[in-house]
T-cell receptor, first 115, second 114 residues
């Protein structure tokens, strides 16, 4: 199956710093999604990207769909304590029948904010 | 409230028993999905359904079964054939169409097999 490499695996930052994480794929996707997951909870959608080259913001979060369709990045500006959690990228390729296939997930970036 | 519900939150079963996990959505989404998450790992796709009475295997379908008799419901059965069933199970549903498909997740069920 498709592989997603997400980096870094973990980040230790100071409150107020900017954060950057990215995902690369061995094959193309036509949708990239970024989720945040708190312990014991389901992932919550942060940003959805549907078009190569698309740059989308959601408050302090900005994400881009790479031109090659094989990569995406997420930036968080001016981090705050509630940003702590695990961030996942996920890619999706629409099936040959036009329907939505499942997502392929990266292994996550664990964000830890030091006081 | 609109959303995806999974019950129960925690489930314990003895080895060799089948167990069914519930997933219900009132978002009027056509597509539904089941994922498994192991500690420190991303989510892996078990089964998905794009329409009622139809479903497809994902990457790790062995030892699992599903049904999709109603648009709102997509139960997952973990059978005794699943070698390592203890995990966090997540259900999702999605819209379809322009500009693309976006999956939304339920709160998850943590299954522990003793």
């Amino acid at each position: 199956g498709q592989q997603l490499n997400q980096s870094p695996q973990s980040m230790f930052i100071q409150e107020g710093e900017d954060v950057s994480m990215n995902c690369t794929s061995s094959s193309i996707f036509n949708t990239w999604l970024w989720y945040k997951q708190d312990p014991g909870e389901g992932p919550v959608l942060l940003i959805a990207l549907y078009k190569a080259g698309e740059l989308t913001s959601n408050g302090r979060l900005t994400a881009q769909f790479g031109i090659t369709r094989k990569d995406s990045f997420l930036n968080i500006s001016a981090s705050i304590p509630s940003d702590v959690g695990i961030y996942f990228c996920a890619g999706q390729l629409r099936g040959s029948g036009g329907g939505a296939d499942g997502l392929t997930f990266g292994k996550g970036t664990h964000l830890i904010i030091q006081p | 409230d609109g959303g995806i519900t999974q019950s129960p939150k925690y489930l314990f079963r003895k080895e060799g028993q089948n167990v069914t996990l519930s997933c219900e959505q009132n978002l009027n989404h056509d597509a539904m999905y089941w994922y498994r998450q192991d500690p420190g790992q991303g989510l892996r796709l078990i089964y998905y359904s794009q329409i009622v009475n139809d479903f497809q295997k994902g990457d790790i379908a062995e030892g699992y079964s599903v049904s999709r008799e109603k648009k709102e419901s997509f139960p997952l059965t973990v059978t005794s054939a699943q070698k390592n069933p203890t995990a966090f199970y997540l259900c999702a549903s999605s819209t379809t169409g322009d500009p693309g498909d976006t999956q939304y997740f339920g709160p998850g069920t943590r299954l522990t097999v003793l």
